[in-house]
C-alpha cells in the first residue's frame, strides 16, 4: 500500500472505495437519461432522415393485423393493362389475358353470396409480370420440401413389353383424325372408359400414397398445377378429400371435372379417381400460374340471422334455448368425412323440428363453412360457438 500511495497523482483518500451495488431493472426503466454516453451514436444519427430517405408505397399500406375494411360493388376493384381484380357472385377473381377463366383462390369453397368488402388491398396474387403486391407483413409461400420426381413416356408401350398395359396413351391418334393444337375436351377425353379397362388403371393406385390431398379450403388455385404433375406420370390421379368439402361430393367432382379438363371414372367415400384422357398430351396442357400468396378472404354478410325466414325474434330465441338441452345426433371430428351429414340431417327433422350437431372437435373456422353448405341446402339454421 505505500509503494501504491507513493506514486504521483494518485490519492487514495480523494477516491474512496465504495461498495458496488446492483442497481434494480426498474431504475434503468423509469429514467432512461441516467446512462448516457456521447460516444454511442443514438438511433436519430443511424436512420436516414426520413424526409431525404426514398418514400415507398409499401409503407403506405395497412399490415395484416390492422382492421382494413373497404366496401366493394360489383366490377373491376383494381387493374393495369390486361390484368384485374373482379368482385361478383364468386366473391374475389383474377382475370389474365388469355386465361381459360377467372382464376380464384378456391374454387368449391366460395359462398353462393357476393362479398360486402375486402380485407386488404387487392392485388394479383400471381408471379412477375404482374401488377406489384403491396407489402402487408406476409410473406410468400414456402416452397415444398417435398421434392416428386417428374418422369414419365409420352409413347405406347410396346406390345411384347411385359406389364405392358393396354390403354390408348398420349399422343395417340388415328392416322388423318389428329386435332389441332387447340383440341376440345371431348377429343381429349376419347371414347369412354370401359369397366375393365377402369379395374386396371385404379388397382395400382388403391393402395398407394401418391395422392392430391383436397382440405378445407376445397379445390384451390395451385392443386390444377398439381394434378397435371401426377398425369405426366400416370394416366389417372388420386384425390382424397377430407373436412367441410365433403359435405357436398358433388359440388367437388364438378369443379375437378370444370377446371383440369378430366373425368371422375370412380368415387369411394371422400376418395376421387381422375383420369386425364385417352389423347392427353402433357406438353399442350393449358399452363396456369402458381398463387405465391394467399389472399385475405372478403367480408360476406353475416350468416347468422337474428330472426329466419319464417319466425319471429321470440320464436328464433326459444329455439335456441331448446337446442342447448338437445341432444346431438352426431360427433363431428375435425377432418373427417361428412358425406351423410345432409341426409342424417333431413331424417331427423321428420322427427324434431330442432337438430342440433356436436361440432366441439372442429376448427372454428368450419363453423361458418358447415353452416353455409347446410344452407344451400334449404336447411334451416342457428349456429353457436359450440354446435350447430
Known sequence: MAIVSSLPGLNLSSHPIKPTTKRPYSIYLSSPTTHTHSQIPSSSQKIQNPQTAPSSPAFKLPHRRTKYYKPVKDGVVSSEGDRSVLVGENGVSYLLPGAPFEFQYSYSETPKVKPVAIREPAFLPFAPPTMPRPWTGKAPLKKSKKKIPLFGSFNVPPPDKEGAKYVEMAVAFPLRKSPEE??????????????????????????????????????????????HTHWKRTPVCKVRCKGIPTVDMDNVCRHLEEKTGGVVIHRVGGVVFLFRGRHYNHRTRPQYPIMLWKPAAPVYPKLIQEAPEGLTKTEADEFRKKGKNLLPICKLAKNGVYITLVRDVRTAFEGSPLVKIDCKGMNPSDYKKLGAKLKVYKLPLALTPYAA
Open 182 to 227: 387447340g383440341k376440345s375436351r371431348r377429343e381429349i377425353l376419347g371414347e369412354p372408359l370401359k369397366k375393365w379397362e377402369i379395374k386396371m388403371l385404379i388397382k395400382p393406385l388403391l393402395s398407394d400414397n401418391r395422392q392430391v390431398n383436397l382440405g378445407r379450403d376445397g379445390l384451390t388455385h395451385n392443386m390444377l398445377e398439381l394434378i
